[in-house]
Each structure stands twice: as structure tokens, then as C-alpha cells.
Nanobody, 120 residues
Framework: VELVESGGGLVQAGGSLRLSCVAS????????LAWYRQVAGKQRELVAV???????DYADSVKGRFSISRDNEKNTVYLQMNSLKPEDTAVYYC???????????????WGQGTLVTVSE
């Protein structure tokens, strides 16, 4: 499984960006997709997550500003980021998680990351 993110870049505070992550390879139909972000020297943090049934959850810091969605036919997950703030500056990673139960375990795949920079 390979994940490729795109859509990062430089944007002014208050602006918007839309990140995309395309998954390829053998993917179990029941999976969870998520966006994480990481600032140099800090731990990677969960930003948003979406299940195969499209239920979603968000970090408190992005609620009301970010929206995660998925297109199962295209094996793609999106992160629409609005009202961006300088503190949103980070490398954003997508993650695919497949769970095969307690017997077969859980598999995680990560993308290479895309840099989002929000200027004052």
C-alpha cells in the first residue's frame, strides 16, 4: 500500500488549502483514514479521522475549521482546511489503518507528508 499526499503550500493566515491523499495497492475495504501533523521537535498529532462508514472526529484545535472527507471509488481522503492560522504550520501526513481483528492484527501505512506553511 502506498499513500501519496498533495496540496500543501504557503498560504496567508485566514486562507484555505485542500490536502489530498491517494492510496494505491491492496486495500481492505474496511479501513480508517486519518490526517496527522507534525512540527519539528514535537510529537505527531492527530488532526482528523474518518472511518469506512464516513464517521468523523477532529482535534479540538481544528474543529469548525477543518473538514475530512473520503472518496472510496478513488481511494482518496481529503482535508479541507479553512481559516488557517500560523499555528497550523506543520508537515501533514495521511495514514491508512486496516484492522483484521485480534487474531490478525492491525496494519498502518503512512504517506511521505506535505508541508503546510501559514504566514502571518
Amino acid at each position: 500500500v502506498e499513500l501519496v499526499e498533495s496540496g500543501g503550500g504557503l498560504v496567508q493566515a485566514g486562507g484555505s488549502l485542500r490536502l489530498s491523499c491517494v492510496a494505491s495497492g491492496s486495500i481492505f475495504y474496511e479501513n480508517t483514514l486519518a490526517w496527522y501533523r507534525q512540527v519539528a521537535g514535537k510529537q505527531r498529532e492527530l488532526v482528523a479521522v474518518i472511518s469506512s462508514s464516513s464517521s468523523t472526529d477532529y482535534a479540538d484545535s481544528v474543529k469548525g475549521r477543518f473538514s475530512i472527507s473520503r472518496d472510496n471509488e478513488k481511494n482518496t481522503v481529503y482535508l479541507q482546511m479553512n481559516s488557517l492560522k500560523p499555528e497550523d504550520t506543520a508537515v501533514y501526513y495521511c495514514k491508512l489503518e486496516e484492522s483484521f481483528g485480534p487474531k490478525y492484527g492491525l496494519f498502518e501505512y503512512w504517506g511521505q507528508g506535505t508541508l503546510v506553511t501559514v504566514s502571518e
